[in-house]
């Protein structure tokens, strides 16, 4: 058996499809290995278990890892509102659950700096992410998740009293965090049209933006406002959701309408862009995001809602990718 077959052999099976080439000349192994698919703290480990296993090899005096890295090319899908209180959190945390079981690698950027949520619905048992250098590693939750959220940074229940070069800075950390192999990261916007919004959309250039309205003339006013945000930005609205749409009473099963009916298919309409569907006022919702259980996660009818919402976003990616 050769030197080299050695080496390999001494490889680590579950590294070995890694690894792209070994050589060895005068006592000295060089593996080339593909780390593409890593983030950095994985590809360091990737490094150091190669260099223990094949310096153990009888005559390998000493061990050269290079890794090959392709930068994994992430698409930013921006999940935006006119005002708060519509529910935009809540749609993000589930169209990003939903994703994950579709297969997608899917990552969460809570980018509402004054008032993040998306601990409470994807993570409640507050994971702190680490960092190594000045890079943050996001926690991964247990819906396959990535998140980074201010609320994971402070301490709970303290108020974030920055200006917007502090905001900005704050949103340009989580979006160039360490995200592994996340092919997606889904981006839950503060309300209104502001300096985050405007960072985002100049530093980061989001592939597309998913607004999220109540049905109301109130709220279609301000969605209406943050569409037009988007369009002089030269980024694509995939389309609109009309949430809290639509209440039925669990005693006699009739449908009402505390918020309207109707009024973000119209306004996609009008404004000639997709519809993406319609999330109901659901008591159901509620409990479940309050626990950390979002209803993406299950079979549950609630869950078929945001699953079929999820699959147009999924369409409308794949569509822009050939």
């Known amino acids: ?35 593409g698919a890593l983030g950095r703290s994985a590809a360091t480990q990737l490094q150091k278990e190669l260099e223990v296993a094949v310096a153990a090899v009888p005559g390998v005096s000493e061990v050269r890892v290079a890794l090959m890295s392709e930068r994994v090319k992430r698409r930013i899908i921006a999940v935006g509102s006119g005002k708060g209180g519509v529910g935009k959190s809540t749609l993000t945390a589930n169209l990003a659950v939903a994703l994950a079981g ?8 809570d980018a509402d700096i004054y008032g993040p ?7 409640p048992a507050r994971g702190k992410p680490r960092a190594e250098g000045n890079m943050l590693i996001p926690v991964e939750s247990e819906f396959g998740v990535r998140l980074l959220s201010m609320a994971q940074l402070v301490e709970g229940g303290k108020a974030i009293a920055w200006r917007g070069p502090m905001v900005g800075q704050a949103l340009t950390q989580m979006m160039e965090a360490d995200w592994g192999d996340a092919e997606l990261l889904l981006v839950d916007l503060p309300p209104g049209t502001g300096d985050v919004q405007l960072t985002m959309m100049q530093k980061f250039k989001p592939d597309g933006a998913v607004i999220v309205t109540t049905p109301q003339d109130l709220a279609l006013i301000d969605a209406t406002r943050a569409i037009d945000l988007f369009t002089q930005a030269g980024i694509p609205v995939v389309g609109m959701v009309e949430n809290m749409a639509g209440y039925a009473c669990p005693h006699c099963g009739e449908v009402s309408n505390p918020f309207g009916s109707g009024g973000g298919q119209a306004a996609a309409a009008h404004m000639g862009h997709a519809f993406l569907g319609r999330v109901p006022l659901d008591m159901a919702i509620r409990i479940a995001s309050d626990t950390g259980q979002p209803p993406a996660a299950n079979n549950s009818e609630q869950g078929a809602v945001f699953a079929a919402i999820a699959a147009k976003l999924a369409d409308w990616l794949d569509a822009k990718r050939t």
């Open 102 to 109: 579709m297969g997608r690698k899917v990552g969460v950027v």
């Open 1 to 35: 058996m050769s030197s080299i077959e050695i080496i390999q052999q001494a490889i680590p099976s579950e590294l070995s499809a890694m690894v792209r080439s070994v050589k060895f000349v005068d006592g000295v192994a060089t593996i080339i290995a593909d780390a």
């Open 117 to 123: 949520s998306q601990v409470m619905l994807l993570d």
